[in-house]
């Protein structure tokens, strides 16, 4: 088994592109891959736990259930952002008729 | 009769409110009526009520109306006390109001007829507090008596506003009143801690047992109300300003009823005051300052009515050095027959005043026997009854309080000599000047010199037989055993005070002497006067000692100097300093750096949506750092 570690790395890493994404760039479409990039890193942070903890406890007494509760907020986070996705991108579709740029600095006024 | 006398106020009420509600749509003659009826009505029932209280003999009647203060253990009801001293006050506030609101029924023809109506609503509001002041069986009810008639004092002083110097005059009255109002204000509560009531039989039935120390206490505050509202040292300049008033207002107000409230409030308190001889010493001291200062004054003015302002402190000083060796009798006394006297020589000074033009200056009279005979017998006769000279009233009255005073100590007898002199010599000075030699007026009003109708009339000639009869209400021992009437009917108001006083007597040819010599020189004193102004009135100026007087020995300047000034540069330190710079600066100050804050914090909201993410990781990393690193 891989020691934990290397998923709190490769989580570490892609929430922080994820971040440096969301904050340097103005393309709104890129700003939400990189935000679904961050969800995707705390779900592999939540597997990788649920992983470990059931490990742990399986080894004593296969029957247990300990640890996979992470694994349900997974679909939980997965469900939310696919509906997140489809209210996000009609948000850019109607920016990109109003405005026809999907540029976020063009969006600095809160009327027209 | 004496169930009924809560009407005695209730008339005045009535009038109060027909006039002071309908002052625009009654004419001048209803608003006299109502005013001057409701004064007489309630005189009759006066007399009826002297006449119950002269056959129940002693005992005081207690009509209580209604509860005023109900709250715990305090137990205020508004009730009235009917007994000789009210009795006799009644008498005299009702009796002089209905002539002098009859007399005012002519004096004031001139006015537009809604002020006229306001002119009676005003006086009748004012007997109306006057009888509650004297009626009350409590000194609560006191007490609002005594504010009523300081506010209708001031709305009557004030009564033509639009002369800023008689609306300032007002207002001094005003809070000169309010000066002694408050020690009047902080007597009761020491009286309610005290002896925890404030009706006069339970305060005087405890008072023999509280400390000494306490009831000074209580005195001298009420003491300072009364120097206040009687015009005493250190509290008097208000009374010769108040003569911006009408006149029948100064004659009513100011010489016969509102400025007898003190002596009526410590002829009431006697027993408090025998149980304090550091109070009774007081009030004589102060008593005896005031009418020898005020009669100084009175010698050098010229104002016909200031004169006679000046007198009226100065013969209020002689009560209250009568209350202070303990002559109450010979005080209230006193009030009665200088209610007579002095009522008849300011409406005297008023119809003098009235014939001449609102000319007051007694240099431009002269020689106005002829042309005004009524007014100038019945201003003679007052004349000599303030003067002293027997058998007229002011001599028995003044005579009493003068022996009372040798009895206490025979100084206060020759200071007050000395001051019944000088009023001697300045009432006839103020005679020879406006009534003998030649006129010295204009030519103008000369030609419309004339005598004032009856209304006017009447009034002084009634006074002018009050003032020279009532002296036989309380003729001394001296002359016959048991003559003193008036002794004999407020006995029982006294009796408990006399009987904590040991009594001083002053032998009969002790007494024989000093009044002889006394009425001898107030005679020579009469005739020097008389002689020496009728041929050559003092026209000119002032000058030494003498414009001191006319000055009124600067004590005006001098309350200017030592109080007011230092209070004006304190209110305008408050007001350019402390509230420009200290609180206005505060105020603005917090709104200002609001503003400030809020002009930064704007820059904040830039609508860059990558800002708000750029804020919002920093503070995301701010609570990361925070937990991981446990600062708070």
């Not at chain 2, 400390?211 to 206490?217: P, Q, S, V």
């Not at chain 2, 409030?265 to 102060?286: C, E, F, G, K, Q």
Request: charged share 10%; glycine share 8%; aromatic share 12%.
């Amino acid at each position: 088994m891989m020691p934990i570690n290397y998923y709190i790395m490769l989580a570490m890493a892609l929430f922080s592109i994820g971040i440096i994404g969301v904050l340097t760039r103005r393309n709104a479409i890129i700003i939400f891959m990189c935000i679904e990039l961050m969800l995707n890193a705390v779900n592999l942070l939540l597997v990788a736990f649920s992983k470990l903890h059931y490990g742990r406890v399986a080894a004593f007494s296969p029957e247990a259930t300990t640890g996979t509760e992470a694994q349900l907020f997974v679909f939980f986070i997965m469900v939310v952002a696919a509906a997140e996705v489809s209210v996000g991108l009609a948000i850019i579709v109607m920016m990109y008729r109003n405005i026809h740029s999907v540029d976020v600095n063009f969006l600095n006024r809160l009327k027209h | 009769m004496t169930k009924l006398v809560s009407l005695v106020p209730l008339f005045p009420l009535i009038g109060f409110l027909i006039n002071g509600l309908g002052r625009n749509y009654l004419s001048k003659s209803v608003a006299a009526f109502v005013g001057s009826a409701m004064v007489l009505a309630a005189f009759i029932v006066s007399i009826l009520v002297l006449n119950d209280v002269r056959l129940a003999n002693a005992e005081a009647t207690i009509v209580t109306l209604f509860d005023f203060i109900r709250t715990g253990d305090l137990y205020i009801p508004f009730a009235f006390q009917v007994d000789a001293l009210s009795a006799l006050f009644l008498l005299v506030i009702t009796g002089v109001g209905f002539l002098i609101h009859l007399y005012s029924a002519a004096y004031m023809h001139e006015e537009s007829s809604d002020h006229y109506a306001r002119y009676f609503a005003y006086l009748n509001l004012f007997v109306f507090s006057m009888l509650l002041l004297v009626l009350g069986a409590n000194y609560l009810i006191m007490f609002i008596g005594w504010e009523g008639v300081g506010l209708c004092s001031y709305l009557l002083i004030g009564y033509w506003f639009k002369n800023q110097d008689y609306g300032n005059a007002a207002k001094k009255a005003f809070v000169m009143n309010r000066i002694g109002d408050l020690g009047f204000l902080l007597a009761l509560f020491w009286m309610l801690q005290q002896f925890g009531s404030l009706s006069f039989s339970e305060v005087f039935a405890n008072a023999p047992n509280a400390t000494t120390a306490a009831i000074t206490g209580i005195t001298l505050l009420l003491f300072v109300g009364a120097t206040g509202k009687s015009a005493q040292i250190p509290l008097y300049n208000w009374l010769p300003d108040a003569m911006a008033g009408p006149t029948p207002v100064s004659a009513l107000i100011h010489a016969a009823t509102m400025v007898t409230a003190g002596i009526y409030m410590i002829a009431r308190s006697n027993l408090l005051y025998v149980l304090a001889p550091t109070s009774m010493t007081v009030v004589a001291v102060v008593g005896l300052a005031t009418a020898i200062l005020a009669a100084s004054i009175a010698l050098r003015q010229n104002d016909i009515k200031k004169v006679l302002a000046y007198s009226t402190v100065s013969q209020l000083g002689y009560m209250f050095l009568g209350l202070g060796v303990g002559a109450f009798t010979g005080a209230v006394f006193h009030v009665m027959t200088h209610a007579f006297f002095k009522a008849l020589l300011f409406l005297g000074a008023g119809s003098v005043i009235h014939a001449m033009h609102h000319e007051q200056d007694i240099r431009k009279m002269g020689g106005l026997a002829k042309k005004l005979p009524i007014t100038h017998l019945t201003f003679l006769l007052g004349c000599i009854a303030i003067a002293g000279i027997p058998p007229f009233s002011g001599f028995f009255s003044k005579d009493e309080i003068l022996m009372h005073a040798y009895a206490a100590h025979p100084i206060y007898y020759y200071i007050g000599m000395a001051g019944a002199l000088i009023t001697a010599f300045y009432m006839f000075r103020l005679y020879a000047m406006t009534f003998r030699g030649k006129f010295r007026g204009s030519d103008e009003q000369a030609h419309h010199l004339h005598e004032s109708p009856w209304q006017m009339t009447l009034p002084l000639i009634v006074l002018a037989v009050l003032s020279v009869v009532a002296g036989f209400l309380g003729i001394p021992e001296l002359f016959a055993h048991d003559a003193h009437k008036l002794q004999a009917f407020l006995a029982p108001i006294f009796a408990t005070g006399s009987s904590y006083m040991e009594a001083h007597a002053v032998d009969h040819s002790t007494e024989w002497v000093l009044l002889g010599t006394s009425v001898v020189l107030i005679l020579g004193i009469v005739a020097f006067a008389w002689n020496r102004f009728a041929k050559d009135p003092d026209l000119h100026n002032a000058s030494g000692f003498g414009k001191i007087l006319a000055e009124k020995w600067y004590v005006d300047e001098l309350y200017a100097a030592i109080i007011t000034k230092p209070m004006q540069l304190l209110a305008g330190f408050l007001n350019r300093v402390v509230e420009k710079s200290g609180i206005d600066g505060l105020v603005n100050g917090v709104g200002r750096s609001v503003q400030w804050s809020g002009r930064q914090l704007r820059l904040l909201q830039s609508g860059q949506v990558g800002s708000y993410v750029l804020w919002m990781v920093l503070g995301m990393l701010l609570l990361i750092v925070v937990s991981v690193f446990k600062i708070f």
